[in-house]
């Protein structure tokens, strides 16, 4: 595992920017929510920014934290540990939203923390069997313990849609 410094290149403070990979790795961007720590791939996040505005839609999905808006449009912010099946956290004072999407922004996650970016190669993810919930949105643990999510699968769930009166997400 190779930690990633602001720079974009290897951090030698992690003391690990020397050691071999077993081959090319991912860039992850390592954020935490409910108290547990999460990946995703980097080249889905568009921007990490703090809660703006966030409305609160009654009568919502659990999953759905509310909407804000992002560049003139709407953007749905969804609880990544309801989507999880995991215990949920209501949106606190510093949290940030971590907007992902392929080709354009497409949603936001509420996380509390964003530490930064890891590389890591597939043999540094290991696949849980048994995990609970969100199991199928999940590419396995890293070997620091993070939950690497499947990005490609998150963006594909049907639960993270809003209709935007005809639209969607």
Known sequence: MTRIGASGQPDPASGDATAPEAGPGTSYVIFSAGGERFGIAASLVWRVMPVLDLTVVPLASEVLTGLMVLDGEVLAVFDLCAVLGRP???????????????????????VREVEGLVELTDDEITAEPGMEGGASLSRGLAVDGALILCGERLLADGRLTVDHGGGAR
């Open 88 to 110: 949920s956290r209501l949106v606190e004072g510093g949290e940030r939203v971590i907007v992902v999407g392929e080709g354009m922004p497409e949603l936001g996650f509420a």
